[in-house]
């Protein structure tokens, strides 16, 4: 049974307030399923909604790479200049406008069993009620042979090169409050492990992770087994709710030097003062490339109602961000968007969107199971398959340069 919209717009209109919610959910096809809709006139730059996740996690790589952030909603923990210090590597960096700063330290509590921190009473509360008393590991949390921990173990080395959270499917289960309601919610996702029409499946869930996959099973079973919820405990049911997170997960990215970075761009400076302030910014990202590459976010994925509603376009009209610094989804327009008009995000990056549509075809039938038919592909369908790769070693071939620009990369921090 499908979540209500009532269901669906609790989730969304509580976190957005008095701001309107012009959309719908509508049947597209078999083929695309659910869609978004606008109900309204939604002009270039407004924000159409802003979403609260059902259920959101951290990476596991997170505490290994010293990333911190709020156990429940993601905010990042480090002061601005602490994340400076962290990314360059230096750690007499200083920045200036410490003011801009939104880290709220003395905010910031722990859980008394097992220390794993939040950004404040609200979310350490939050998280007790919904899931934390069921994952909290206690006096344990430091004993290999915990389930929790054994589960995380297997999980890291397996799942962490695919950006794929295990932690995600154990908050699904893990959480106290009605499970018949979740039960409801979480069936509204598509969590198909296979497209049967197009012969794809999930790249998750092919013959090379099989022998892992039940492995992990068998661990998140021992940790996590619930009665209520016995059907995800199933070699079916596992897989189904693996596909579920794989196919769904929103990424989440947070940074409490992007939020700085941002309140510098709004100062109002004297052209001197905005051009040294620019150079300076300049200068830091460039030092934090050479010391710690591309990887500045504390990183995580979410499920969420509304945003899962959106499907994909290589020309999106829409795009999601997290401007507050944590779980917080905002779905902003890029252009007019009319009634009755498909609001579509993009599920690449701005990287991958620019390669070959055969690229692109790849990443989205191995990640999400479908054949992209959007105007840019059907632009492109007389085009050559091969991979971006391909062409890029026949321009080597021909003598045309590569074209590698750091610039938009950084931004998006």
């Known amino acids: 049974m499908a979540a209500s919209m009532c269901d669906v717009f609790s989730f969304c209109v509580g976190v957005a307030g008095p701001a309107r919610v012009a959309v719908e959910v509508r049947f597209v096809s078999s083929a695309k399923g659910k869609g978004l809709f606008a109900t309204q006139l939604i002009r270039k730059g407004e924000t159409i909604f802003v979403e609260r996740p059902l259920v959101a996690a951290q990476f596991l790589w997170n505490a290994l790479y010293r990333y911190r952030a709020c156990d429940h909603c993601l905010r990042a923990l480090e002061k601005a200049e602490e994340n400076a210090q962290r990314l360059t590597g230096n750690p007499g960096q200083v920045l200036p406008h410490p003011e801009l700063c939104t880290v709220r330290q003395d905010l910031h509590q722990s859980c008394p069993h097992c220390q794993v921190t939040y950004c404040s009473a609200e979310c350490r509360l939050a998280a007790a009620e919904q899931y934390h008393q069921i994952l909290c590991p206690g006096p344990s949390q430091d004993d290999p042979a915990h389930p929790l921990n054994k589960l995380q173990e297997v999980a890291f080395p397996l799942f962490s090169p695919l950006s794929f959270p295990p932690c995600l499917s154990s908050r699904c289960s893990a959480d106290a409050k009605d499970k018949d309601r979740w ?105 934090i490339e050479a010391a710690t590459g591309e990887f500045l976010n504390c990183e995580g994925s979410g499920l969420f109602v509304l945003q899962s509603c959106c499907n994909h376009s290589c020309v999106p009209n829409a795009e999601t961000s997290f401007p507050e610094n944590n779980f917080l ?66 321009e080597e071939e021909e003598g045309e340069p590569e074209d590698a620009e750091l610039g938009d990369e950084m931004t998006d921090v």
Not at 235 to 260: E, H, K, Y
Not at 367 to 388: G, I, Q, R
Request: net charge negative.
């Open 183 to 287: 039960i409801r919610l979480f069936s509204q996702f598509c969590n198909k492990t296979a497209n049967e029409e197009e012969e794809i499946v999930h790249k998750l869930l092919g013959d090379k992770f099989k022998g892992q996959l039940e492995l992990l099973r068998r661990l998140f079973t021992e940790a996590l087994y619930e009665e209520a919820l016995s059907q995800w405990f199933t070699p079916d049911g596992f897989r189904s709710l693996f596909a579920l997170v794989g196919t769904n997960g929103q990424g989440i990215g947070t940074s409490s030097l992007s939020q700085w970075v941002h309140a510098c761009d709004a100062l109002e400076l004297k052209p001197q003062d905005r051009e040294q302030l620019d150079a300076f910014i300049d200068q830091l990202y460039k030092d």
């Open 329 to 394: 989804l905002h779905v902003t327009a890029l252009e007019d968007i009319k009634p009755g008009e498909e609001i579509c995000i993009s599920y690449l990056d701005c990287c991958q969107r620019e390669r070959s549509r055969h690229s692109r075809h790849k990443i989205l039938r191995e990640n999400y199971l479908f054949v992209c038919s959007c105007p840019k592909c059907l632009a492109e369908a007389d085009e050559p398959n091969m991979t971006s790769e391909e062409e890029e070693e026949e």
